[in-house]
Structure formats: C-alpha cells, structure tokens
C-alpha cells in the first residue's frame, strides 16, 4: 500500500489485518469471534469481518469501539437481530477495551450484488478485514477512488438529514454524524486527491485542503465522531450547517447515489 492508500496497479488496498491489531485488543478480538461464532452458528453465518480501528491497528484502549460486518446466508430476520444487539451489549459489558460495539448484518445475496457493488460491496472488498468464514472480497472487483465510488459510497447524505433533525437532543447521536459527515467530506474530495483513506484526520485535512472555508467545522465532526462534545450547539451547527452544504456540494460534485 502506497502513501495514499492504493496498490501498485492504482487499485484501492485493503486497509486492515489481523496482524495489525493492537497487542491489547487481540482478547477482543478473539472473543468477538467465539461469542459470533456461538450467537449465529454455521448454518446462518457465512462469514464474518471486523472494520475500524481495530484491524488498522489504530485502536485506543478504553476509547475505541469494536465494529463488525457479518455476512449471513439468508436476510437477517428479527431473531438474527436481536442476536446482534445481545452480542453487542455482551461484548461491551465485558471487554473494557472497547466503549461499545456495533454489528451490521446483511444476506450475502445483498453484498454480491450489482446494485451493491460500489457501496456494500467496496466496503466488504476494501474496508473489512476477515475474521471468520470465506472472505467475500476474493469475488468482488479492484476498486479505484472514481466519482462513481464517491456517489455510491456516500452520495445519500441528505436523506439522513430528516432523521438526524428529529433527534438533535440526543447526544449519542453525535458520534455516528460527526463520522459520516468526515467520510461524506472525504469521498467529495476523493476523485481530485486520487487515493483512500478511514483515518479521520487525515480525511479532514484532505478535505480542508480543497475546501478551506469549511476546514474548522470538518474539524469539530472528526472530534464528535470521536467523543460527542457535551455542547448541543455543536451538534446543532454539524447538522444544521455543514451537513446541508455538504449534501448540496456532494450532488453537484458527484450527483445523486442511484436509488435502491
């Protein structure tokens, strides 16, 4: 992987390892994979994948939360769920390396397919790192930093803003936006820069760097995508508006993310 984030052939690397996960989290890990393992069985897992800070080797004990991408052979159901939810409270209640955890689950079918190939299907391929199970990646395309990436990846920005408005008294919200307004601002600027990365600041540097009137507020989403300032008036100014320009700048830079 060169500096920025591309295979020799130009093609987006995968970003993370097992062997890149730091020494304090290797218990993490290997519960993950026993309590997934035990929670979902062979016959309704395929595969199973970390994502984050862990594999990149970025994670902060105490800080970092634990995020895993399982790959079930029919859709989730209600049961498959709630397994998840048990799991993630579990994992969190135990391992006081991690501060939370998230699973996301999707049918195989759905991250195969041609609808999903340049958003599920790239995250799979480039972001996720195999855990258990056959990699899936092994049977989706190379991936370059196109528009087309952009659009399909995080192109979707304002349909999520409804939902963020309705909910601007809660804190734990803060997170998930100030995350995925640092992606969204990333991949705006991805096609110009010609490369890939998750790491949070260097995105917000990136993208700084075309944009330095919107530099100090991608600033304040890098800190909330970390710990959720206590001051409302923060969330209220990334939702209210960096999100909305980013939205607008986004379709009229890459267009909108074809429906589904």
Same mark, same amino acid.
């Given at each position: ?42 016959? %309704?897992?395929?595969?199973?994948? $970390?994502?984050?800070?862990? !594999?990149?080797?970025? =994670?902060?004990? /105490?800080?970092?939360? &634990? ?83 952009? %659009?399909?990846?995080?192109?979707? $920005?304002?349909?999520?803003? !409804?939902?963020?408005? =309705?909910?601007? /008294?809660?804190?734990? &919200? ?87």
């Amino acid at each position: 992987m060169d500096d920025r984030g591309l295979n020799p052939d130009g093609t987006i690397a995968r970003e993370g390892a097992l062997d890149r996960v730091p020494a304090a989290f290797a218990p993490v890990v290997e519960t993950a994979r026993a309590r997934i393992s035990a929670a979902f069985g062979p016959e %309704r897992l395929h595969s199973a994948y $970390l994502y984050g800070s862990v !594999p990149r080797g970025t =994670a902060v004990a /105490g800080v970092s939360d &634990l995020d895993v991408q399982l790959a079930l052979y029919e859709e989730p159901t209600e049961a498959d769920r709630a397994a998840a939810r048990e799991t993630e409270a579990a994992l969190d209640r135990d391992l006081p390396q991690i501060d939370g955890a998230g699973i996301l689950l999707s049918s195989t079918g759905t991250l195969l397919s041609e609808r999903e190939r340049h958003d599920l299907g790239f995250f799979v391929a480039c972001l996720c790192t195999p855990l258990l199970g056959p990699d899936l990646g092994a049977e989706l395309p190379p991936y370059r930093p196109t528009s087309l990436l952009a %659009r399909e990846t995080n192109g979707d $920005l304002s349909l999520l803003l !409804p939902g963020w408005r =309705a909910r601007t /008294g809660d804190r734990t &919200l803060g997170r998930r936006v100030g995350r995925r307004l640092v992606r969204t601002g990333f991949t705006l600027v991805m096609p110009r820069w010609g490369g890939w990365t998750s790491d949070l600041d260097r995105s917000a540097a990136l993208f700084g760097g075309f944009y330095p009137d919107r530099a100090e507020q991608m600033r304040l989403a890098v800190e909330a995508g970390r710990s959720p300032s206590p001051d409302p008036a923060v969330l209220d100014l990334l939702i209210g508006d960096l999100a909305p320009w980013l939205a607008a700048e986004y379709t009229a830079v890459h267009g909108a993310k074809t429906p589904r």
